[in-house]
């Protein structure tokens, strides 16, 4: 069974503390790594796509890294609108294109 | 513009009725799923269809039917079988081949 364990469950950060997510996975043949950005009452928001170990991504002030055990989320210099929860999500292959979540990470910067 | 609309945003209903959560795309994508979100945990798949007529269970199926006869659109029914309805409801629609998903707004559902 795919699983996908994200730490910490949440994150206070002030404003310029670079810091990093955790999301560690157990899948039978990762098709796929996602991140994504949900803020309250709102859908989850698309940021990255990480398809094999070694691979990196990056965004404004997001990179996302990939080994063969977990992601990280680095975020660099964090501004107070990053604030939101991050979810991670894991595609396996022969599973169509399903995604297994985590339980997110909920990150609050604060001035 | 191109998305994923749910209706309605919010949505109360008495304990034992039937409802209905519609979902729309117009990204021309082939997949579409339902997804459940609670409190202190993972999104959690119901159901997911890769193609018109025809649609598969998901994790947490039970309680829920979904259709889908059109494309564009994954309409969820939320049965009086479903033993605690109340959550937050996400719709989400991809291309085939591994892609990402893009989701909706969600729509609240109540149960009173």
């Known amino acids: 069974e795919d699983q996908v364990t994200q730490s910490p469950e949440a994150l206070r950060l002030q404003e310029g503390e670079s810091s990093s997510l955790n999301c560690s996975y157990t899948?039978?043949?990762?098709?796929?790594l996602f991140w994504y950005r949900q803020d309250p009452g709102k859908g989850p928001e698309f940021l990255f796509t990480?398809?094999?170990a070694g691979e990196e991504k990056e965004k404004e002030r997001l990179k996302a890294t990939l080994t063969k055990k977990e992601s990280f989320l680095h975020i660099t210099a964090p501004k107070p609108e990053d604030s939101a929860t991050y979810l991670c999500?894991?595609?396996?292959?022969?599973?169509?294109?399903?995604?297994?979540f985590g339980t997110g990470t909920q990150l609050k910067v604060e001035l | 513009d191109g998305g994923i609309t749910q209706s309605p945003k919010y949505l109360f209903r008495k304990e034992g009725q039937n409802v209905t959560l519609s979902c729309e795309q117009n990204?021309?994508?082939?997949?579409m799923y339902w997804y459940r979100q609670d409190p202190g945990q993972g999104l959690r798949l119901i159901y997911y269809?890769?193609?018109?007529?025809?649609?598969q269970k998901g994790d947490i199926a039970e309680g829920y039917s979904v259709s889908r006869e059109k494309k564009e659109s994954f309409p969820l029914t939320v049965t009086s079988a479903q033993k605690n309805p109340t959550a937050f409801y996400l719709c989400?629609?991809?291309?085939?081949?591994?892609?990402?998903?893009?989701f909706g707004q969600g729509t609240r559902l109540t149960v009173v």
């Open positions: 989400a629609s991809s291309e085939q081949g591994g892609t990402e998903a893009f």
């Open positions: 899948v039978s043949g990762l098709r796929g």
């Open positions: 990480l398809y094999s």
């Open positions: 999500a894991v595609q396996a292959g022969g599973g169509g294109n399903k995604l297994t």
């Open positions: 990204l021309n994508h082939d997949a």
């Open positions: 269809s890769q193609i018109v007529n025809d649609f």
